[in-house]
């Protein structure tokens, strides 16, 4: 690790040591990383991976952290894609955006430029590219349906993916094993803004009278079961409100858990096996995580 450092040192490369992970994500729960390195664009997030591997570290990227669970302690470097924001509009509606570009962002712009199509990620925190690899959506949209192409490291070098070749699913994405989404295009169509301003509105409205956007989550902590939408089959066990220490299952949406101040990665893990226990016990389906989990975490 010391002369990784070394490397970052004489390379300019922006990067902190012993970070608190309960800063980086929207759960506000987590220990200490080792290292957070951050790039400022595509191309430094390339080279940073490519000593990365030279180093032969554990290493992760993180975009915006709303959608994991930190555990207590994060071995190796954290690759935060949160400093490369560049989007650029092109022709034709198509638009160019670095993976650390927030979904608001990307939003803001494309209809300032006239552009329809991503009025559904309306509300959706992270990055876009935390948003690809998850397949975000909301509002009877996702992300694959306006990605034309991605950017990724890969084995050393930035390859072109095509859309048709990444292998989208409810909630997830295929790409090769260790990519690392750098740029993404999109292919927007460009019309008339004037309803999709209202839809904006409408879509915030509903998300704050529906989830509990005030208090620290990771948004949807299981996957929608085929059979029902899994905060009804929580709620209807009567999992809203349980608790574990401080962390509990939201009162307003019971796929949400909530971190009321101070929850423990542990509490949280708990609460996520206790209600995987209850729902298959009771029901026999078993539930998916949608959030993604990483760290070593103390019983
Ligand atoms: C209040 C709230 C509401 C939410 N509502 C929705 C919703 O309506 N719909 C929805 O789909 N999601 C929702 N989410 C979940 C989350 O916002 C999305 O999944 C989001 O797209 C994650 O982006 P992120 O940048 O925060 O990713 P992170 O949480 O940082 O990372 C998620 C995963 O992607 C990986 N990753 C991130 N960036 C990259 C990259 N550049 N290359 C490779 N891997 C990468 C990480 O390693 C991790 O495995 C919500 C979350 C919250 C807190």
Known sequence: MKSLIEAFESSGFKYE???SMNRYTSMKVGGSAEVIVYPRNSSELIDILNLLRSHEVKWMVLGGGSNVIAGDKINGVVVSTKNMKRVDILDGGRVEAESGAT?????????KAGLLGLEFATGIPGTIGG?????????GGELCDVVERVWVWHEGKEIPINKDEIGFEYRGSHFPTGSVVTRIRLALKPGDTSLSKEAVKLYLKKRNKTQPVEIANSGSVFKNPKEMPAGKLLDDLGLKGYRIGTAKFSERHAN???????????????????????????????????????GEFEQ
């Open 17 to 19: 040591t012993g970070f």
């Open 103 to 111: 979904l608001g962002q990307v939003l803001n712009l494309t209809l």
């Open 131 to 139: 948003g690809v690899i998850m397949n975000a959506g909301a509002n």
């Open 256 to 294: 949400f858990i909530v971190n009321m101040g101070g929850a423990k990665p542990g509490d949280v893990l708990k609460l996520i096996d206790f209600a995987k226990n209850t729902v298959y016990k009771k029901t026999g389906i078993v539930l998916e995580n949608e959030v993604k989990i990483i």
